[in-house]
């Protein structure tokens, strides 16, 4: 693992999700757009999937990693919470604590709270939750003897929280242009071969994969459309925007 890998330099932009491939759905065109813009982008998945219907722990790791390469993120991981049983503990927020510590982003994205699968609501609270706690000097690791490293015992609180909201009916607070960069936000999100591929084992719950294109570039389109650009993903920001220059605000009127 290099030197960013292992977070020894911040990170700009920080998504946690839930699962393997929840970020290649809600906010993958996202990271690419920051990422061309030469910020850091990474990703904290909180599980690895050993409850999925179709494929393994292992193999969605190694599609992980793959699409983290299309995606251009500089640092990508998963920690070991229960695929399907995410729990808000003290003991859950402590282990994202460390991963904020060790990466300091300036913007962490959390998965929209309301959601049909329960991990994503329950990530929604966890993750904020975290971010609050990585701010406490005094937060207790739970490291053996005090042995924490030098980097994850200093407090960083994150400046800002977004939500992905994709799949969520709810007005987004903005819409990110990710016209460029659909094509390859797509790529990232076939990378999951052993859930998106054609096959007997969950046929009955997943989309055919003739369609996954079709339903996912309209969504973006639909969000786009919003925007007055073509295709777009959609965030929610809980606190209000401050506009310096009325002239210069974006997205037409009529």
Partial sequence: MTAEARGAVAIDVLAIAAHRDDVEQTCGGTLLRMASRGLRTAILDLTRGESGTRGSADERG????????????????????????????????????????????????????????????????????????????????????????????????????????????????FIVDITPFIEQRHAALMAYRSQYANQKQGGGLFVPEEEIRERTFAEARHYGLLAGVKYGEPFVQIEVGLVDDLTLVPVQSM
């Fill in 62 to 173: 190694r599609e992980a990693a793959e699409a983290a390469r299309l995606l251009g993120v500089t640092w990508r991981d998963a920690l070991d919470l229960p695929d399907g049983a995410i729990e808000n503990t003290l003991e859950n927020r402590v282990k994202i604590v460390r991963a904020l510590r060790r990466l300091r982003p300036r913007v962490v994205i959390l998965p929209y709270g309301q959601a049909r699968h329960p991990d994503h609501s329950i990530v929604a609270t966890l993750g904020y939750e975290a971010c609050f706690l990585s701010g406490l000097a005094r937060l207790d690791l739970g490291g053996a003897g005090g042995n924490v490293p030098e980097r994850e015992a200093k407090p960083h609180r994150p400046f800002k929280i977004v939500y992905a909201s994709l799949y969520a009916d709810v007005r987004p607070s």
